[in-house]
């Protein structure tokens, strides 16, 4: 997962604009289950584990790679 001070760089860098990140610069050792669709993380969701393993599938199957280009767009007030 992304460091808090890069992720803030990155911030000041677009304009105070969240920016988009990499599969694995949002996924990777991420453990935090409400940072992704944090409403529905209790009614049914699938695992924060389970959603980076559905996006790695979509990236090898556009790009016939996990490298794939694929960004994850962060949204919210909680940063």
């Known amino acids: 997962m992304i460091e808090l001070n ?12 969240l920016p988009l990140l990499t599969l694995d610069e949002f996924f990777a050792g991420n453990t935090a289950e409400n940072s992704i669709a944090p409403n529905d993380c209790d009614f049914g969701r699938p695992s924060i584990a ?7 599938f979509i990236a090898l199957s556009l790009c016939g790679t996990d490298k794939c280009p694929a960004k ?7 940063i």
């Open 6 to 17: 890069r992720f803030k760089k990155l911030i000041a860098e677009n304009d105070d604009r």
């Open 72 to 78: 994850v767009q962060v949204c919210g007030d909680d």
């Open 50 to 56: 389970e959603i980076w393993e559905l996006m790695v």
